[in-house]
C-alpha cells in the first residue's frame, strides 16, 4: 500500500518506510537551499518559463532543440506528475515535497521520475546561459581548485561523467561537505537521494543535444562546458544556505 506523504514518520513504521521517511526528511533540507525555480499555479506543478529566449543558447544549442526539449519533454514530464498526482495526496504538496515522499518507494517511481525530471530540467536551464562558461567567480574558483586542482579538471571531470553515462541521464557538480565533486546520475535520478548538493548539471538525455548533434555527445558537451555553462549559478547553489 502507498505511503500517505502526509504521514510518512509515525511510531509504527517499518524499515523500508523509516528509510524513505528519513530520505525524505534529508531531501526536504537539501532542497530547501538550492535555486530551482520551479514553477507552481496553486499547489500544482506548472511548467516554468525559460530565463532566456528559445534561440539564446545558439549556435551551441538550437532554438529548434530548445523547443522540443523545453516545449515537449519538459512540459511532457509536467502534465504527466499532474495526471499521476491528481486527486491522491500528493497533488496538495509542492515539487519538492513529492521528490522527498517519493525517493527510494517503488510502488510511487512514476510519481517520482516525473517529479524529479520537471526539478532536473527546471535546474538544468539555470545551469546555462548565453555567452557562459570562462572563468568562474571568485569564491567558486577558489573552491574548484581546492577540489580538483584547477577549472580545466574540473571541466574534464565533468566531461567524463556526462559522456561516461550509459544511455540517459545527467552530469552534476556537486558539494559534498567541504569538498566539492562530479558524478552522473542515469535517467531521473538526483544527486539529493545520495544527501549532496547540486550546484550544476549537464543534461546528456538524446534529446538534448541529438537534433544538433546526432551521436556526437561529447561534442555537445565540450560546447556547453566552453560557452553555455552558467557558473554564476553554481555559485550562487553554493553560497547559499540551506534552511
Known sequence: MPTDPKHAIGPNLNRREFLGASMGAALLVTLG???SCSGRKGTVPTLSALPYGESDLAPVISAKTIQFHYGKHHKGYVEKLNKLTSGTAFADLPLADI?????????QQAVFNNAAQ???HDFYWRSLRPKGGGTPPSALKQRLEAS???????????AAAANGQFGSGW????QDG???KVLRTANADLPLTQGLRPLLNIDV???AYYLDYQNRRADHVQAVLDKLINWEFAEKNLLTQAT
Not at 552530469?171 to 556537486?174: D, F, R
Open 33 to 35: 537551499g538550492v535555486l
Open 99 to 107: 521528490i522527498a515522499a517519493t525517493a527510494g518507494q517503488s510502488d
Open 118 to 120: 520537471v526539478w532536473n
Open 148 to 158: 580538483f586542482g584547477s577549472i580545466e579538471k574540473c571541466k574534464e571531470a565533468l
Open 171 to 174: 552530469a552534476w557538480l556537486v
Open 178 to 180: 567541504d569538498r566539492l
Open 205 to 207: 538525455w538524446e534529446h
